[in-house]
């Protein structure tokens, strides 16, 4: 086995070398990745701010489900997804297995939990500080939830980070509903499965590096920001 | 400004993945990740989309695996090494008929310390015996797949009983072809493994083939369609194009042509 | 120990020919019960439009929970809160507005915040920009409009607190102690603010600790001690010349907290 400098070496290279093949896994991962935070966060943060923000009958069993949820295995959520989307399934006919759409489904499912959890935290935190206020403003439950989400924003965008790594990360669900199919379906962490399954446990590392070296690039932009909002006390 | 990062995100994601795959027909192919890890798929491939514009896509997991994704109709057509499944495949209904298509052959592998003295025997029954033993440590896939079938009914003609070793010297992985050799290269083991995997395998470690060459470590592959009146979804026009084509000359001659280090992998026996 | 009957509904004297406006906002046997103690002890109180009405009383005697009892963001244990003769609702409360002892801003600019307010309140275009344009100037922050509201002073940002809560137009202004933890100069600029609000028409309710700002802003005082309404009058008759014990002893500073009390007479 190479040492650890030389596989870094080699991470360095795929890099720099601009491979195609590589360009085109690194782009789908983050296409199907970014779009499943996404679309977790339309779903999540309303839900984990209404969570968080009002009280109901159930909200204790809801807050012990959400935050049991972050814990689902990726692979049991790809295997949920594949039942759903498969040709025996009940979505088959919409043919979305193997395809992006079907990873982001899957990568959907498994991050909109750890939003929701972690933005219910996150709001019910901020409005202990403005429940009075807003009675006294006489501010509308739909609008309470906006200000919060709004208010928030710098902390949720934390969450969104949270979820993201959660995605970008995982192989479980998008090996089973993706296929890992050539040109298709193949992204950082699946390719790195396979590399690793024909041995090639070097180029699998490297590959490894540059997923992180991705993970650290969008954490580090997150940083800044979240540096010039707390100049501005919007933290 | 915040609005601003959240949009340039969003929009570097859909950009960063390059141009669509906007291709007209494709069909699914549910195969071994063995068979896909060999390489054969990306030489072979090529040429039948060049002939007929149809673009394969495999999905390469274990053998249970695929067969099982093809009998819910998520493929068109079905590739793998186990005869007696995929004959199970086609008396279920799921699939038309079952073709032999091409074959290679297993080897056992085994660190070069080989402390059950196996090296260059031609007999794999005697070779097993042998191990069992030395109680030399063997690692098998464990997972229904057809390596492991024909392993379990080598071990069987050896007259070993491995489940009750399970454990010991006989370590059950439960994965494929790849994760199974990591180990064995890393636990210092005997595996069964077949000969194309093997070859283009890229962790190595100092194993070598040891045993080789017996006619019981014939491994065929079969070809079968998947019933379109069982699944109405599966595109039967275009996987029989596939399917005639990996039977014709022109497929088995492709088949023929791949090789890795100058070794012919694979080698081609439709028709009989 | 003060058992004196309390005097609950001690008329405010009109001048001749003066017919008394009906109470715009009327507490009728509030009571408050919490943790096993009862902490609002049977208080009728009554609000009329364009008056000043200081609440003072030493610390714990419930002027806080009164003040949050009548802008109906508790409901009482047992009595009820009238809003023009109807039970204090949704609808009522849009007619008042409070500011806290510590500024609630949200964490966007200054302007956003008035924007926020003036939008809950369904206001938008033309009128809602000359309601800001308004508050700004009346609040002197116009510099600062963009500025993030909490990285302001507290007493800038109190101001801010204040002129939000007149831009909703209320009837009636609840403030909790606004000027506790501000230095004199900003104390001055919110009192100066809500004399300006008073001047056209809106009614003050004040919780106040400080001798001064109740004799400065009220023209009704309501001494609170126990839970319950103990001295009420004009605000100069009470602080001058205290009838009941309580207010006496809090006014010469002997009376800290809201605990059994023996004194000496």
Not at chain 1, 191 to 220: D, F, H, P, Q
Not at chain 2, 174 to 184: D, I, V, Y
Request: hydrophobic share 50%.
């Amino acid at each position: 086995m190479e040492s650890f400098w030389e596989i870094l070496g080699e991470a360095f290279g795929l890099i720099l070398a601009w491979d195609s093949d590589l360009i085109e896994i690194i782009g789908l991962s983050l296409r199907v990745t970014l779009t499943a935070v996404a679309i977790s966060c339309v779903i999540g943060l309303p839900l984990g701010a209404a969570v968080g923000a009002f009280r109901f009958p159930g909200r204790a069993a809801a807050i012990v489900v959400l935050n049991a949820l972050m814990g689902l295995p990726p692979v049991v959520v790809g295997l949920i997804a594949y039942l759903m989307l498969s040709a025996a399934g009940p979505l088959g006919p919409l043919g979305l297995l193997y395809t992006p759409a079907a990873m982001i489904i899957a990568q959907t499912i498994l991050v909109t939990p750890i939003v929701a959890a972690l933005s219910r935290q996150v709001v019910e935190d901020y409005y202990r500080e403005y429940a009075e206020q807003f009675d006294s403003l006489g501010v509308g439950p739909l609008d309470r939830v906006a200000a919060l989400l709004w208010d928030a924003r710098y902390s949720l965008l934390t969450v969104a980070l949270a979820g993201f790594g959660r995605a970008v990360a995982e192989v479980g669900a998008v090996i089973i509903v993706g296929g890992n199919i050539n040109h298709v379906t193949r992204v950082m962490t699946t390719t790195i499965a396979l590399e690793t399954s024909k041995g090639n446990l070097e180029l699998a590392l490297a590959l490894g590096v540059v997923l992180l070296a991705i993970a650290v690039a969008v954490n580090g932009a997150a940083m800044t920001l979240r540096a010039s909002a707390v100049r501005m006390a919007y933290v | 400004m915040f609005r601003r990062i959240v949009l340039a995100l969003a929009a570097a994601g859909f950009i960063a993945s390059g141009p669509a795959a906007a291709v007209d027909k494709f069909i699914v192919v549910q195969s071994t990740t063995s068979t896909q890890n060999s390489g054969l798929y990306d030489h072979i491939l090529p040429l039948f989309r060049e002939k007929t514009g149809i673009e394969v896509r495999v999905v390469a997991v274990g053998t249970g695996q695929a067969i099982g994704n093809a009998a819910n109709g998520d493929g068109d057509v079905l590739l793998v090494h186990s005869k007696s499944a995929e004959e199970k495949f086609v008396a279920e209904g799921h699939g038309i008929a079952r073709f032999d298509v091409m074959y290679n052959d297993f080897v056992v592998v085994g660190p070069a310390a080989d402390p059950a003295r196996v090296a260059g025997s031609k007999d794999v029954v005697a070779a097993l015996t042998g191990i069992a033993r030395a109680k030399a440590l063997f690692v098998s896939r464990g997972d229904d797949s057809g390596t492991h079938k024909t392993e379990l009914a080598l071990w069987a003609e050896a007259g070993v009983d491995v489940a009750a070793a399970s454990g010991g010297w006989y370590r059950e992985t439960g994965s494929g072809m790849g994760a199974t050799l990591n180990m064995g290269a890393g636990m210092g083991a005997y595996v069964l493994v077949d000969r194309a995997t093997w070859t283009s395998f890229g962790n190595k470690s100092g194993h070598r083939v040891l045993v080789e060459g017996d006619p019981r470590l014939l491994n065929q592959y079969g070809i079968v369609l998947v019933n379109p009146e069982k699944h109405p979804n599966v595109l039967a026009g275009l996987g029989r194009q596939f399917v005639d084509w990996m039977l014709s000359e022109e497929g088995q001659a492709a088949i023929a042509s791949y090789r890795v280090d100058g070794r012919q992998l694979f080698f081609p026996n439709a028709g009989g | 120990m003060f058992d004196a009957a309390p005097d609950t509904t001690a008329p405010t004297p009109l001048l001749p020919g003066e017919s008394p406006p009906s109470a715009l906002l009327r507490a009728r046997g509030l009571r408050f019960d919490a943790g096993g103690k009862r902490l609002i002890d049977g208080i009728d109180i009554d609000i009329r439009p364009g008056t000043r009405t200081a609440i003072v009383g030493a610390n714990g005697a419930g002027k806080s929970l009164l003040l949050r009892l009548l802008h109906g963001l508790i409901r009482p244990t047992a009595g009820e809160v009238l809003w023009e003769g109807r039970p204090l609702d949704r609808e009522g409360r849009r007619n008042q507005a409070m500011v806290f002892q510590r500024p609630v801003l949200l964490r966007r600019s200054v302007l956003g915040n008035l924007r926020f307010a003036l939008a809950v309140r369904g206001l938008a275009g033309p009128e809602r920009k000359a309601r800001e344009a308004e508050a700004m100037e009346r609040s002197r922050l116009g510099d600062l409009a963009n500025r993030p509201a909490r990285v302001l002073s507290g007493g800038e940002q109190q101001r801010l607190a204040v002129v939000r809560a007149l831009a909703c137009a209320p009837r009636v202004l609840f403030l909790d102690e606004p000027t506790a933890s501000l230095d004199p100069g900003s104390t001055h600029a919110i009192e100066r603010l809500v004399a300006e609000a008073h001047e056209s028409g809106v009614a003050i309710v004040l919780v106040t600790h400080d001798i001064g700002q109740a004799r400065r802003l009220g023209d009704d005082l309501v001494f609170l001690h126990g839970g319950r309404v103990v001295e009420t009058g004009r605000a100069a008759d009470v602080l001058d010349a205290p009838r009941s014990e309580a207010a006496r002893a809090w006014l010469q500073g002997r009376l800290y907290l809201d605990a059994p009390c023996r004194l000496d007479a």
